[in-house]
């Protein structure tokens, strides 16, 4: 069994404020950033300069306006124990196909010689990942200490993914990582009618690992044949199983506006990790317009508890859970007991 690394492992969502999070971090000296090393755009690592110009391209790409710096330069440093770089390691599955599904051993090396650099220069190596999932349990064992996890509330993260608008990365690649999971292919099927996933599942897992930008085009084409209410319905089953996935017992969970509000918690985040959390402001409480907010998630609810208890995965006396009885109060859902696919 492996030595288990200290390393603060920050899983989330995109969109949850993981940048700023990961910037307090980046600010101090203890820590050595890995921040979304499960990008596509690592893949390309060794072969990008970092000329001014394609710094900014990548800033752009990567979506990290806050850093001077794009954060993939962390990963072009070579580990001494393989003499290889960090990103000769990285496996594109975990992009997409491995989101909702276990990590393969090659992503959990990958994230360890990451941890060696950082220990290396006596830095404690702090990961944010934005594509946790529940790929995620694969590579929390690796690292001892408690993790955190972030989150925001669904329906301003759905508005905030710009389906529709102005964005055409986030949903699409939702939609590519539920079609390639195998533990939520039937309420995938369920959610989204199989007539258009099973066929659309077979294509999907043609696609090469590293073609990132065939996933989007697909996941594209897939969405905009949807009505918006299901389209929020599969975004709400990947945060739901996200969630419920992330937030156990050694997993000390929270969202920006929580964080403001909640000054214990706060300082509780500060002193555990030793860092000075500066400009935090809540989220934007914005949602989008013409979903049925609620009726749409108890269906997910409804779906997730009727698929896990029938397949004996669900205890009978395990707490339920609902997020949108925080709105009606109405439904229950079993998938808490139930998030033991990749045990």
């Known amino acids: 069994m492996q030595q288990a690394h200290k390393a603060v492992v920050a899983n989330s969502m ?19 950033l890995y921040y979304e090393p499960c990008h596509e755009v690592i893949l390309k690592a060794s072969t990008i300069s970092m000329t001014g110009k394609e710094r900014a391209q990548l800033r752009q790409k990567m979506r990290h306006p806050q850093f001077k710096d794009p954060l993939i330069a962390a990963f072009q440093e070579k580990d001494e124990l393989t003499g290889r770089p960090i990103s000769e390691f990285f496996d594109p599955a975990s992009s997409f196909h491995d989101v909702y599904n276990d990590a393969s051993e090659d992503t959990v090396e990958y994230l360890l010689a990451a941890a060696r650099v950082a220990e290396a220069n006596d830095q404690i190596p702090f990961f944010g990942f934005c594509r946790s999932g529940i790929q995620h349990k694969s590579w929390d064992s690796a690292f001892e200490g408690q993790h955190i996890y972030l989150w925001r509330d669904p329906r301003e ?6 389906w529709g608008r102005d964005n055409f990365y986030f949903v699409p690649a939702t939609i590519a990582q539920l079609l390639l999971s195998k533990p939520l292919a039937p309420i995938v099927d369920r959610l989204a009618s199989p007539w258009r996933t099973k066929p659309a599942r077979l294509i999907f897992q043609r696609v090469p ?16 044949r949807l009505p918006l209410d299901k389209v929020y319905g599969l975004f709400y089953l990947s945060w739901l199983t996200s969630y419920l996935s992330n937030t156990r017992s050694k997993t000390f969970a929270f969202s920006l506006s929580e964080l403001a509000k909640d000054k214990a918690k706060l300082g509780r985040l500060e002193a555990d990790y ?13 949602t989008v317009h013409g979903i049925d907010y609620a009726n749409t998630e108890r269906q997910v609810e409804a779906l997730v508890d009727q698929y896990f208890s029938a397949s004996g995965q669900a205890a009978a006396k395990q707490k339920k859970w609902s997020w949108s009885a925080k709105h009606s109060g109405t439904m229950t859902s079993a998938l808490a007991a139930a998030l033991v696919f990749a045990d």
């Open 14 to 32: 995109w969109r949850t404020g993981s940048t700023y999070l990961a910037k307090q971090f980046h600010e101090s000296p203890r820590y050595k």
């Open 209 to 224: 690992a590293r073609s990132s930008i065939t996933f989007l085009r697909l996941g594209r084409l897939f969405a905009a």
């Open 157 to 162: 993260q759905f508005r905030s993914y710009g």
């Open 274 to 286: 030793g860092i000075s959390i500066s400009g935090l402001e809540a989220t934007p409480n914005q």
